[in-house]
């Protein structure tokens, strides 16, 4: 069984920035891909952004420009950035994990509230 542990949520007023951190029970390089997702009350959980193992990564629309995903290698860590924050981020954001058979790990989520 895989565990990711997360790290970095909190309260930012809009505009501030907070940075995201998945670590996984093994190595980064043993997944498919691996990635961020939230859920706001009343909506679905919806894909952040992805990481693959090749490095390419794929974002949401409405995030593309202010967040970034990239692996931290030396910490076995898979990071989110993310800058010029609005309200509408606000979200419960999981860790996601994909093996190479596609088997898919959850991590328990960490809040992120925007707000003045």
């Known amino acids: 069984q895989v565990q990711l542990v997360e790290s970095g949520g909190g309260l930012v007023q809009p505009g501030g920035s907070l940075r995201l951190s998945c670590a996984p029970s093994?190595?980064?390089?043993?997944?498919?891909?691996m990635g961020w997702y939230r859920q706001a009350p009343g909506k679905q959980r919806e894909l952040v952004a992805t990481i693959g193992r090749g490095g390419s990564a794929n974002y949401l629309d409405s995030v593309k420009g202010r967040f970034t995903i990239a692996r931290d290698n030396a910490n076995n860590m898979v990071n989110l950035q993310m800058n010029s924050l609005k309200p509408e981020d606000t979200a419960v954001y999981y860790c996601?994990?994909?093996?190479?058979?596609?088997?898919?790990?959850w991590g328990q989520g960490t809040q992120v509230t925007v707000s003045s």
């Open positions: 996601n994990a994909q093996s190479l058979t596609l088997e898919n790990f």
């Open positions: 093994r190595s980064i390089f043993l997944f498919n891909a």
